[in-house]
């Protein structure tokens, strides 16, 4: 039974196999058989429409140029994709910043970017103005489609008459598709560009509206953009008053605006202003008769002289403005009026102060350049100087050149030490040798001062002290090894230093503490700060507030900035406070002494006399000042405590007359002190004295005995060093770095 039923199954799939082979035979047969009458019957059609004679030479050509076009048109997209990519909405939209800075009083201190007018409409240009444009630039404007075949051919056969360029074939549309879009680079390539753009633009915008964006968008020298801000720039008054000659001569900018730009080479740009108005004649917008009056008196510029500019603070106040603008606080504004925190009495003064100082001083010592910052404690930059002649170096070595500190570093490492609890102003500390490995960092003249309040240790800038501080904060974690003890003491004062507002890198040694590290001027008044204002983080800034072209306010720092974070406790403050006040009236930084004034400061000097500090501050303002060369080569002795110093009371002497003086966080004026004894009374926080955190009394009683130590610790070296032009703190100290 089984095999009966196994047989059946087989001879089933048999047959099966066979249908299927027989159904496939037949479909193909059947499917070929209907091709070959498809075919005749194509055949029969095509032989019908064979032709000779003309007409195949005729249909023979169509097919070609059908075969041709659909080629050309496939190489003309992929040409023209690279352009459509280029070309965004957003280009037609006012791009360029425009930045019209004002100092603290109101008053017009500089521009930074474009200087930009876009708010008239077409129908306020003077009518002689725009012929004069299309005269010169593109008289068929109203009459082509973005690319002027007539003018591009004319142009062709006039250069290659002249064997060489003469004329330009570009429309106008074309050269603003290059204006917002492209470069000036001369290549195959960017022309194919421009002319799909081109094309492009007359297609989304009227004639009108081009005309419009090419009068708004041209650069026309002098750091203008369009006519209307060169109008202003130039003449000194609105694009809708100028005269016949005055608009030849800046429609003659647009073809080479650094050349004939009027303030400078005022007879190239007369004349070219002279072939404007033949233009204007040939074109037949205006008759000789009109235009004999504007070449009999041709146009004549303001002067355009420069006046002082404080250069080096425009600059970096244009970065920090351009950085509001990358973190969206300005929204799409970029036609800026910016009211600065800048003080022109200041700046002058701080100018007048690094350039006589150089002058009388500089080739003694051998150091050619200088840099200081002035601002307030709350971080609002009064001045920068960023070397000594911003014509012939625009290197801003206030904001951008980094510098080893040397001893000004280490009021950021009492700072740590004291807000870990390790250390008060009256902690005995001891002048010892002492190692990190192979690493002993030394005094001027290799000897030890023995045992001393903290405050003198920081007053006479004692090397080893910060060392040791370092230790002891790694120490306080439970660490028992001294070299990585050390160097969880250095993290934690590189976290201090971060939180006190010193951004840039700073290298992970053992030296750090006494200042191997690089930081920049700006950062390091920024840090000073700190002490100055109680505590609270200082983030430099440059405006006040900011308006946009139609004069609404857009930004406001005490309004649209966060609330300073309070990065040290008061308590560390005002005793960092106590004991760099000493620093100026019995330390390294003498002659930095203000007379009436409190004052508190640093001095710094690095391994080989490369760089000299001195970062100081009083209740009112913050300053730090470098000295040294571009080259990082040694000068002759220099220390912090001689041509820094000497520039930062120069400064501050000047910035302090006539004025209320603040009194310093936990600091008591001066006896005698009217101004700031009445400033202190007038102040809550100053009139608590010491239950709001000021020094008690005992503490001054201490410290009132601290100045009798101050010769107790000098060895006689220190005393020689001090005969030389004031202590040589830190960098003398440096010498194992090298």
């Known amino acids: 039974m089984i095999e009966f039923r196994k047989a059946s199954w087989t001879t089933r799939l048999k047959r099966l196999a066979l249908s299927a082979d027989s159904w496939i035979d037949a479909s193909l047969y059947a499917a070929g058989h209907r091709a070959g009458e498809i075919y005749e019957r194509i055949r029969s059609v095509t032989d019908r429409l064979t032709v000779s004679g003309p007409k195949r030479l005729a249909a023979e050509f169509a097919s070609e140029g059908l075969n041709v076009g659909i080629a050309g048109a496939i190489v003309m997209l992929m040409l023209a994709i690279p352009a459509f990519r280029e070309g965004r909405e957003e280009a037609l939209k006012n791009q360029v910043f425009a930045v019209t800075f004002l100092d603290r009083y109101g008053s017009e201190i500089g521009h930074r970017g474009a200087r930009h007018d876009d708010s008239l409409k077409l129908e ?181 002289k420069r006046d002082a500019s404080p250069d080096y603070y425009l600059d970096w106040a244009f970065d920090e403005i351009r950085k509001l603008a990358d973190d969206g606080k300005l929204g799409p504004e970029r036609v800026l009026t910016v009211k600065t925190p800048h003080d022109p009495a200041i700046q002058k003064r701080a100018d007048e102060a690094v350039e006589s100082i150089l002058r009388q001083h500089g080739p003694a010592y051998r150091a050619r350049q200088a840099a200081a910052v002035i601002m307030d404690p709350d971080g609002a930059v009064r001045a920068i100087v960023g070397g000594r002649d911003y014509g012939a170096s625009q290197f801003n070595r206030a904001t951008s050149s980094l510098r080893q500190p040397g001893s000004s570093f280490k009021p950021y490492v009492y700072a740590a030490a004291m807000s870990a609890g390790l250390y008060k102003p009256t902690t005995i500390v001891t002048d010892r040798p002492v190692c990190i490995g192979n690493w002993c960092p030394n005094n001027y003249g290799r000897s030890y001062a023995g045992s001393m309040p903290l405050t003198v240790a920081l007053a006479k800038s004692i090397n080893t002290i910060p060392v040791q501080m370092s230790i002891a904060i790694g120490k306080a974690t439970g660490e028992t090894h001294e070299a990585r003890a050390a160097r969880i003491g250095r993290m934690k004062i590189v976290e201090t230093c971060r939180a006190m507002g010193l951004t840039t890198p700073l290298t992970d040694t053992v030296s750090l503490p006494i200042g191997a590290g690089e930081v920049t001027v700006i950062e390091q008044a920024a840090g000073y700060a700190v002490f100055a204002n109680g505590g609270k983080r200082a983030r430099p800034y440059a405006a006040f507030d900011i308006r946009n072209s139609a004069g609404e306010e857009i930004y406001r720092h005490d309004r649209d900035e966060p609330t300073p974070a309070q990065v040290l406790s008061t308590q560390v403050a005002y005793e960092m406070n106590q004991m760099l006040s000493t620093v100026p009236t019995a330390g390294t930084g003498r002659r930095a002494a203000l007379d009436g004034v409190v004052s508190a400061g640093k001095t710094g000097t690095t391994n080989g006399y490369k760089d000299a500090w001195y970062v100081g501050y009083t209740g009112n303002l913050v300053g730090a000042v470098w000295f040294g060369n571009d080259d990082s080569s040694e000068t002759a002795n220099m220390t912090g405590g001689s041509l820094p110093a000497m520039t930062w009371k120069e400064i501050m002497a000047f910035a302090h007359q006539g004025i209320e003086l603040k009194p310093m966080p936990g600091v008591a004026p001066q006896p005698g002190d009217a101004k700031a004894a009445v400033a202190k009374a007038t102040d809550p926080a100053a009139a608590a004295g010491a239950g709001a955190g000021h020094m008690p009394r005992k503490s001054f009683e201490v410290l009132s005995s601290v100045g009798a130590m101050f010769k107790a610790v000098e060895t006689p070296r220190t005393a020689r060093a001090s005969v030389q032009v004031g202590a040589r703190e830190a960098a003398t100290g440096l010498t194992a770095i090298r």
């Open 124 to 304: 306020e240009f003077p009518d002689h103005l725009l012929k004069a444009v299309l005269a010169t630039e593109d008289r068929r404007f109203y009459d082509h489609f973005g690319i002027d075949v007539i003018g591009t051919f004319r142009a062709i056969t006039v250069n290659a008459r002249a064997s060489g360029v003469v004329q330009g074939g570009s429309s106008l549309t074309q050269q603003l598709a290059k204006n917002l879009f492209l470069n000036n680079e001369r290549s195959l390539d960017r022309k194919i560009k421009e002319a799909f753009l081109s094309l492009w633009l007359e297609y989304r915008l009227t004639k009108n509206e081009i005309l419009k964006l090419y009068l708004d968008r041209a650069y026309m020298g002098g750091g203008t953009f369009g006519v209307a801000a060169a109008a202003e720039y130039y003449f000194g008054k609105s694009v809708k008053n100028v005269t016949l000659a005055e608009a030849a001569m800046l429609a003659g900018l647009f073809k080479a605006p650094t050349k004939f730009a009027p303030h400078v080479n005022l007879p190239a740009a007369r004349a070219r202003a002279s072939d404007v108005l033949n233009a204007m004649v040939d074109a037949g917008f205006m008759t000789a008769g009109q235009v004999d009056s504007a070449r009999r008196n041709p146009a004549t510029p303001i002067d355009r």
